[in-house]
């Protein structure tokens, strides 16, 4: 089956922590970014990348990172520099030409205590 | 800047038509995009418009005007299950894979 998955479901971060949110595709795209969607709010873009080994930062990077060091794989680090990191987040891929719709994982919603 | 504008709510009647509507102001356009979100769960693709004209799939249609920035998308013979957000998003032409999505039309069905 292929798809793409987000671990974990339920996140908790303790104040001035780092936390890593899983991200991982085997549909073989190129493309795959990261999303923070709030109430009320549409998808906000945080970081793409096009290919192994690149990554560009959308627009609100800003306290988060990433690395693509695997076609399949593309984590997103939430630093202690993000403020308000209480959020929905949604990974998604897509083949890498422009005109390609994104397929989207479950996504993992980020608790702060 | 770029911006997306959607109704923030709708509410329709089982077995009956809505429209959404979605008005974009954008520097540079390749195509919109619909997705259905059912709450706390992914985005799924409903369709996607490049050229202007109507694109029919099933019991949705989606509507593009590329001069007037407008779409909109057509649910005819609304079942409960179709309760949902439904997003519109501008896949834009700045030579990267960019996306920028709308709030989302929060849509409620009622028996």
């Known amino acids: 089956d292929g798809g793409i998955t987000q671990s974990p479901k339920y996140l908790f971060r303790k104040e001035g922590q780092n936390v890593t949110l899983s991200c991982e595709q085997n549909l073989n795209h190129d493309a795959m970014y990261w999303y923070r969607q709030d109430p009320g709010q549409g998808l906000r873009l945080i970081y793409y990348s096009q290919i192994v080994n690149d990554f560009q930062k959308g627009d609100i990077a800003e306290g988060y990172s990433v690395s693509r060091e695997k076609k399949e794989s593309f984590p997103l680090t939430v630093t202690s520099a993000q403020k308000n990191p209480t959020a929905f987040y949604l990974c998604?891929?897509?083949?890498?030409?422009?005109?390609?719709?994104?397929?989207f994982g479950p996504g993992t919603r980020l608790l702060v205590l | 800047g770029q911006n997306i504008d959607q109704p923030t709510e709708m509410t329709a009647t089982e077995g009956a038509i809505v429209q959404i509507n979605c008005t974009y102001q954008t520097s540079g356009f390749n195509g919109l995009f619909w997705y259905q979100q059912h709450a706390g769960e992914a985005p799924t693709f409903l369709s996607y418009n490049v050229l202007d004209g109507l694109e029919e799939k099933g019991r949705f249609s989606s509507f593009l005007s590329r001069s007037k920035g407008y779409s909109y998308l057509l649910l005819k013979e609304l079942q409960m299950k179709d309760s949902a957000s439904y997003l519109c998003a501008v896949s834009l032409d700045t030579g990267g894979f960019k996306t920028i999505f709308g709030a989302g039309t929060r849509l409620f069905v009622k028996a």
């Open positions: 998604a891929s897509s083949t890498g030409e422009i005109q390609e719709t994104q397929y």
